[in-house]
């Protein structure tokens, strides 16, 4: 079936890095842009970044600008996201979901605490 | 950027009553590009409705969409126990994408 599986997340300190990442299965995935959506404790939905199908344009949101980076490799099937100099405003719940237009497919998500 | 403001923040409804939750858009929001999602909690985010008023797969018809421009709604005729949940609307015409604040709605 279609699913998306997040990995990678867990306890890091201010200014330290981490890297997510998203393992397809179940359709072909190397014809859908992808995105990363990210959830703080107790809160709404943020969208973080895009990459096209090739991985050839990324787009960042502006609080992630040069800090984060998304890729993707299409023979592996996988999504990541480079997380570096990260904050403990980024603290959450980071959701990869597939989605040309509207979000259809989603992961279960992994949690990121930034705390010293 | 394209600012979704959803109103309630919260609804508080009875089983079989009827839910109606409204997002507004900052500008137009290009072509109906416009989604609305479920999350329960400790879940990830279900698509409900895209291109303003298209249940996705496996939807149910209580749930509809309607709206165009910058106001929106997403109504579900009849409530479920299982449809008490926070819901957002999102706009995927222009980037960033943006979600709406959320609305949750609960048992009264």
């Known amino acids: 079936q279609v699913q998306l599986v997040e990995s990678g997340g867990g306890v890091v300190q201010p200014g330290r890095s981490l890297r997510l990442s998203c393992a397809a299965s179940g359709f072909t995935f190397s014809s859908y842009v992808m995105h990363w959506v990210r959830q703080a404790p107790g809160k709404g939905l943020e969208w973080v970044t895009v990459i096209s199908y090739d991985g050839s344009n990324e787009y960042y949101a502006d609080s992630v600008k040069g800090r984060f980076t998304i890729s993707r490799d299409n023979s592996k099937n996988t999504l990541y996201l480079q997380l570096n100099s990260l904050r403990v405003e980024d603290t959450a719940v980071y959701y990869c979901a597939r989605g040309d237009g509207a979000f259809d497919v989603w992961g279960q998500g992994t949690m990121v605490t930034v705390s010293s | 950027e394209i600012v979704l403001t959803q109103s309630p923040g919260t609804l508080s409804l009875s089983p079989g009553e009827r839910a109606t939750l409204s997002c507004r858009a900052s500008?137009?929001?290009?072509?109906?590009?416009l989604a609305w999602y479920q999350q329960k909690r400790g879940q990830a985010p279900r698509l409900l409705i895209y291109g303003a008023s298209s249940r996705a797969t496996g939807i149910p018809d209580r749930f509809s969409g309607s709206g165009s421009g910058t106001d929106f709604t997403l109504t579900i005729s009849r409530l479920e126990p299982e449809d008490f949940a926070v819901y957002y609307c999102q706009q995927y015409g222009n980037s960033p994408r943006t979600f709406g604040q959320g609305t949750k709605v609960e048992v009264k």
């Open positions: 500008q137009t929001v290009s072509s109906s590009f």
